[in-house]
Nanobody, 116 residues
Framework: VQLVESGGGLVQPGGSLRLSCAAS????????MSWYRQAPGKERESVAT????????NYVESVKGRFTISRDNTRNTVYLQMNSLKPEDTAVYYC??????????WGQGTQVTVSS
């Protein structure tokens, strides 16, 4: 199983970034995919989740209306479109794949820094 994130970087407040997570080694379309983030000195938190079938999404309250999670099951990729970024969005963002309690994998993370 491999999860490889990309798309992080430095952006000014109010700007946008799109993160990608390319998955391999498992049946992607049957797995719940999520984006988590961890800021310095804080616990890792779930940002957005998308189901395998039907594409049902959930977001943490602080990103609703600004972030959009999506997936392309033909490309085995999950995305996180982040708009209207704020300094408090600065964190390492991780891709996570889950199916039940026995299938749980993390990517290596990608840094997002929002600063002027």
């Amino acid at each position: 199983v491999q999860l490889v994130e990309s798309g992080g970087g430095l952006v000014q407040p109010g700007g946008s970034l799109r993160l990608s997570c390319a998955a391999s080694g498992f049946a992607f379309s049957s797995v719940v995919m999520s984006w988590y983030r961890q800021a310095p000195g804080k616990e890792r938190e779930s940002v957005a989740t998308i189901s395998g079938v039907g594409g049902i999404t959930n977001y943490v309250e602080s990103v609703k209306g600004r972030f959009t999670i999506s997936r392309d099951n033909t490309r085995n990729t999950v995305y996180l479109q982040m708009n209207s970024l704020k300094p408090e969005d600065t964190a390492v963002y991780y891709c996570h794949a889950e199916r039940g309690v026995r299938f749980s994998y993390w990517g290596q993370g990608t840094q997002v820094t929002v600063s002027s």
